[in-house]
């Protein structure tokens, strides 16, 4: 390590944003060191550029037609055995691709916010004897078997619970699922102030349409129907203008439709509710705002397990089709003023990427 400059690399997987993002947030939680050195790679770098909007595509394709082959992957994977097999051929073939990307960065610490990176590094550590400290960060309210690699020295969890799911001599730290710096610190009144929004309004946000998940405008259609005089519906559409459109020229003023926008933290704050997928990231920002969560419909695998803790948990509801949705959002019009949805904050850690990248700096001065 040199007595001046730590580099960090950043490895992340362009499947789903959660796992980028999550590594924005480190980035930005390392540079306010000045003395710190942060690459943010993606290991779709790794291979042909086509090899990897194909494999998009596919994933893509996939989760829309036909999830019940991407439940069985996933479970066939988080049994072991041969799917570890299969994870070593992958990994290996990819640590070998990467390997003059990895060797030109040179880095201290490698951070892996998904675990294909989190296996690649294992087995470059392994085949170049390198003394790499490498973290696992895991952007998810569950483990996967895939994330269990040898030479991982620390994993960061979304929540001390699942820290039985780690053998006993694996070290892990429960900090949370790390996010942007807009999550912490913000009010809610003053919030709505600068979105104009009612103290008297119950606002409902409605994400996911953006990738074609969420089925907003059946949802909008439904809740609209006889719905509480005090209902706002503020429905996001992410970077998929065609939908944005398709909403505004059928609801109007009815419903406040937003496109792709910087605003995330500002709207989850102001909010009181929200309907949405339960993807890793995106459910620790909703934590972090201390919004109702209804989750409409997760899919198979990741999303179904975090799903399954955050109603055990965090007292998030499960809707498995759009009237539980109606119920749902109607009762809470009128069981509960705007500000109550912030007690659930305390289910939140907005500092998560802040203590991450402090623990490590800690270790790190220490050898």
């Not at 990994?91 to 990176?117: C, E, M, S, W």
């Not at 003023?253 to 926008?261: A, D, E, R």
Request: net charge positive; glycine share 8%; proline share 4%.
């Amino acid at each position: 390590m040199s007595e001046n400059k730590i580099t960090i690399l950043l490895l992340s997987a362009p499947i789903g944003s959660g796992h980028r993002l999550a590594a924005e947030a480190l980035k930005q939680a390392f540079e306010k060191n000045k003395n710190i050195k942060v690459i943010h790679g993606n290991v779709f770098d790794f291979f042909p550029a086509i090899l990897g909007k194909t494999f998009l595509r596919t994933y893509l394709w996939i989760l829309d037609t036909c999830p019940w082959m991407y439940e069985l992957m996933y479970k066939w994977g988080n049994k072991g055995g041969g799917s570890l097999w299969m994870r070593s051929i992958i990994n290996g073939a990819l640590a070998y691709l990467g390997a003059g990307f990895i060797r030109k960065a040179q880095p201290d610490v490698v951070i892996a916010t998904h675990a294909t990176p989190a296996g690649i590094m294992s087995i470059y550590k392994r085949r170049n004897k390198q003394d790499l400290y490498l973290c696992g960060v895991i952007t998810d309210y569950t483990v996967h078997r895939w994330w269990l690699c040898d030479g991982v020295d620390t994993y960061f969890i979304a929540d001390e619970r699942l820290q039985e799911r780690f053998p006993t001599n694996v070290e892990t730290f429960a900090y949370g699922i790390p996010l942007r710096d807009g999550f912490h610190g913000l009010d809610k009144d003053v919030c709505r102030q600068q979105l104009g929004w009612s103290e008297e309004d119950k606002v409902c946000l409605l994400m996911g349409g953006g990738d074609g998940l969420l089925p907003m405008e059946e949802i909008i259609t439904s809740l609209l129907q006889k719905a509480p005089v005090n209902l706002k519906l503020v429905a996001l559409t992410g970077k998929n203008t065609s939908l944005k459109e398709k909403l505004a020229a059928k609801f109007g003023s009815k419903v406040q439709i937003l496109g792709f926008t910087e605003q995330i933290p500002l709207l989850m704050c102001a909010a009181d509710m929200i309907i949405s997928k339960a993807g890793g990231l995106s459910s620790a920002e909703v934590l972090a705002s201390g919004l109702y969560f209804i989750i409409y419909k997760p899919l198979p695998g990741q999303e179904e397990n975090n799903a399954k803790f955050l109603a055990a948990n965090c007292e998030a509801v499960i809707a498995n089709n759009i009237q539980d949705i109606r119920k749902k959002i109607f009762s809470l019009c009128v069981e509960s003023s705007p500000k109550t949805a912030q007690g659930k904050a305390f289910y939140g850690k907005p500092q998560a990427a802040k203590d991450i990248a402090n623990h490590i700096l800690e270790r790190l001065s220490k050898i």
